[in-house]
């Protein structure tokens, strides 16, 4: 069966300090992957997603990056972190090359920048 | 583009009520596929089911049951019985069928009070 982590599952970072999350997939080779975040009470957002190794595309311009350096990780990043990118960060998956298009989620990351 | 609209923001319930959740969508895709997703307050999204847009045919699972109406553009969710265990953010979603991104509605918060 198929897992997905993420870490951490907490973090604490002040305005300005340098980003780094990672996801990994277990069980399923080539998945399709995404970020998204969640601000407090709010709807979900696409940050990035990826369909192969080394293939990022981007939904929102800002201050982050996304790389997948091997088939199954996928990091978020950003250089100089800002108040507004506190929030829930989610990492899914999905099967590739299969009619069918349900994501599946990790627990989650929850950044707070301060 | 796509849309999905959940108009209720919150609702609170008394165990052993019924709750029905509304998912109104739009797209001018022909063939797409539509989600909903659970997520609890340990912050994980649940996938709950994906139901094609050419099967029309209601769905149930336990306490949990699914009306499609494409003629009216909407995928409500119903629980039966509830339990305060059911309580929990629904997100209702929308992918066209080759399409690697799922559009989420902004989910309603479901309390369920002992």
């Known amino acids: 069966s198929q897992t997905i982590h993420q870490w951490p599952a907490t973090l604490v970072q002040p305005v300005g300090s340098p980003l780094s999350l990672e996801c990994t997939v277990e069980?399923?080779?080539?998945?399709?992957l995404y970020w998204y975040r969640q601000a407090a009470g709010r709807g979900l957002q696409l940050l990035f997603y990826s369909v192969g190794i080394g293939q990022i595309s981007s939904e929102v311009p800002q201050n982050l990056s996304a790389s997948r350096p091997q088939d199954r990780q996928f990091i978020l990043s950003s250089k100089k972190l800002l108040l507004s990118d506190s929030g829930f960060y989610l990492c899914?998956?999905?099967?590739?090359?299969?009619?069918?298009?349900?994501?599946?989620f990790g627990p989650g990351t929850r950044l707070t920048v301060t | 583009a796509q849309k999905v609209t959940q108009a209720q923001t919150e609702i609170s319930v008394v165990e052993k009520e019924d709750v029905t959740l509304d998912c109104v969508y739009e797209?001018?895709?022909?063939?797409?596929?539509l989600f909903w997703y659970k997520q609890p307050p340990s912050g994980e999204l649940v996938f709950l089911i994906r139901?094609?847009?050419?099967?029309?045919q209601n769905e149930i699972s336990g306490r949990y049951s699914w009306n499609f109406q494409k003629s009216t553009s909407s995928f409500n969710f119903t629980i039966t019985a509830s339990q305060v265990v059911d309580s929990a953010v629904y997100f209702c979603a929308l992918s066209p069928l080759n399409d690697y991104k799922l559009s989420f509605g902004a989910g309603t918060t479901v309390t369920v009070r002992a």
């Open positions: 797209t001018r895709d022909t063939t797409y596929y």
């Open positions: 899914a998956w999905r099967i590739s090359g299969r009619r069918r298009g349900e994501q599946y």
């Open positions: 139901r094609n847009s050419f099967d029309e």
């Open positions: 069980g399923t080779s080539n998945p399709n």
